[in-house]
Every structure is written in C-alpha cells, then in structure tokens.
C-alpha cells in the first residue's frame, strides 16, 4: 500500500478517532471537570484507534507490543491538543465544549508520523544466523 493511501486511511481513521473521542468527551463534560473528560476521552478512543489503525490503516496484524507502543504515536498528539485545550479554554476564552477539535488540527501530522513508524515496525528481529564450522 502506498503512503498516499495510508495518509487517506489514516485520516479516515482520524474522523472516525474524532467522533468517538468527542462523544465520549462530551458524555464525560457532564460529570467532570473539562481536563478530566479530555483525558479519558482521549485514553477511550486511542484504543480504537489503534485496532483501526492496525487492521485498516496500515493492515498489519496488531500485537501486544505494538498495542504498548501505540500511546507513543499519540505522546505528541496528547501534549499537543491538552496544552492547546487549556491555552484556548483558559487564555483565550474559547468554549471548552469545541476546544478540542481545533486543538487536534495541529497534532495530525505528527501524530500520521509516529504512528506510521511504530504501525510498520517488524515485531521481532531476526535471529543472526549460526555459522557451523
């Protein structure tokens, strides 16, 4: 598959991450605090993300390792949109119900990035082969 169709799938797969995100965000803002919704919101959809990500983004077969290094495609994406929510919740006075989709925008590449790497990583390395003499 080529990187363009992976971009394209990983963008599907993002507006779908969105949406779920959101939802759940938007279920949890009626209980708790808005920092607090954000990060079990993202936790939620990052899980979705990934099985999404491995079956249909990238088509590899998703693996326990693969599966705990997944939260670090999202590191940057989880620094990026919480520090941009706050800035734009409490510095800007932006509404804290659509904070978080602006903040997002600026995480995606980095995010198609880090995933990509982690996604496409080969579980294991080869064994070296042992010479008989």
Same mark, same amino acid.
């Given at each position: !598959?080529?990187?363009? &169709?992976? !971009?394209?799938?990983? %963008?599907?797969?993002? *507006?779908?991450?969105?949406?779920?995100?959101y939802?759940?965000?938007? @279920?949890?803002?009626?209980?708790l605090? $808005?920092?607090?919704?954000?990060?079990? &919101?993202? =936790?939620?959809? !990052?899980?979705?993300s990934?099985?999404?990500?491995? $079956?249909?983004? $990238?088509?590899?077969?998703?693996?326990?390792?693969?599966?705990?290094?997944?939260?670090?495609?999202? *590191? =940057?994406?989880?620094? /990026?949109?919480?520090?941009?929510?706050?800035?734009?919740?409490?510095?800007?006075?932006?509404?804290?119900? $659509? +904070?978080?989709?602006? &903040? +997002?925008? %600026?995480a995606?590449? /980095?995010?198609?990035?880090?995933?990509? *790497?982690? !996604?496409?990583?080969?579980? %294991?390395?080869?064994? @070296?082969?042992?010479?008989?003499?």
């Amino acid at each position: !598959m080529t990187v363009t &169709a992976q !971009m394209a799938r990983f %963008a599907l797969v993002g *507006a779908v991450n969105t949406g779920t995100y959101y939802g759940c965000y938007l @279920a949890l803002l009626t209980a708790l605090p $808005y920092l607090a919704a954000h990060v079990i &919101a993202f =936790a939620l959809s !990052m899980t979705g993300s990934f099985l999404l990500n491995s $079956y249909f983004t $990238y088509r590899t077969r998703p693996t326990w390792r693969k599966f705990l290094l997944f939260p670090l495609t999202n *590191a =940057a994406n989880f620094v /990026i949109t919480t520090g941009g929510v706050w800035l734009l919740v409490d510095r800007v006075g932006f509404s804290s119900r $659509y +904070a978080p989709l602006v &903040a +997002a925008l %600026a995480a995606i590449p /980095i995010t198609f990035v880090v995933s990509r *790497a982690i !996604m496409l990583r080969p579980d %294991a390395r080869p064994k @070296a082969v042992e010479r008989v003499r």
